[in-house]
């Protein structure tokens, strides 16, 4: 992951679809660390989301590229790992909503023991997080995202109720059904 000209972030995730938050977050992440690139991560099967089949990985790929192909700082990456502590390794920075931060956080990822998160968390390069809908976790830095994206959801895009929340690379996947993988 490293890159001669400085810090190199990644922000893993589904992407189903990628929205206008997503965005202001690789963002705020970029602007706050430094970041010469942001990796957006997928894994090949997402953890907790192994029943996704629509869209197809190669759709979610594809999009993302798009995104990131006019913005020289964003990267694209697959990767089959699947917890955040190993896809973040290598990485000078990982960047996550309030909402992973805390499951990265609960012991019941780590077969219930809070010794096995404490030994994973110490492995963790510089966590940025961003808040979301009122949840701003203490003790981790916070990304300044404005606070109208805090409430932008992904399933709320895939669910039909906010359309204008999804990126326009993305809409042409939309209009071809990409909300059908919605489990």
């Known amino acids: 992951m490293a890159d001669p000209r400085g810090a190199v972030g990644c922000y893993?995730?589904?992407?189903?679809?990628?929205?206008?938050?997503?965005?202001?977050?690789?963002?705020?992440a970029v602007a706050a660390a430094g970041l010469v690139r942001l990796d957006l991560v997928v894994s090949t099967v997402a953890l907790a989301k192994e029943d996704m089949s629509v869209p197809t990985l190669a759709d979610r790929l594809a999009v993302l590229d798009?995104?990131?192909?006019?913005?020289?700082?964003?990267g694209v990456v697959r990767t089959d790992r699947q917890l955040i502590v190993d896809i973040a390794e290598g990485y000078d920075a990982v960047v996550?909503?309030?909402?992973?931060?805390?499951?990265?956080?609960?012991?019941?990822w780590y077969d219930?023991?809070?010794l096995a998160r404490d030994a994973a968390l110490a492995r963790l390069p510089r966590v940025l997080v961003a808040p979301r809908a009122g949840d701003r976790p203490d003790g981790v830095e916070l990304l300044d995202v404005h606070e109208e994206l805090h409430h932008v959801s992904?399933?709320?895009?895939r669910d039909g109720a906010r359309p204008e929340w999804l990126l326009p690379e993305a809409e042409r996947?939309?209009?071809?059904?990409?909300?059908?993988?919605?489990?």
């Open 154 to 157: 992904a399933t709320a895009v």
């Open 112 to 114: 219930g023991d809070p």
């Open 96 to 108: 996550v909503g309030a909402d992973k931060w805390r499951q990265v956080n609960d012991p019941a």
């Open 66 to 74: 798009a995104v990131a192909a006019t913005r020289p700082w964003l």
């Open 173 to 183: 996947y939309w209009r071809e059904g990409w909300q059908r993988g919605h489990q």
């Open 12 to 28: 893993p995730g589904s992407f189903n679809p990628p929205t206008v938050a997503h965005l202001a977050v690789a963002e705020a």
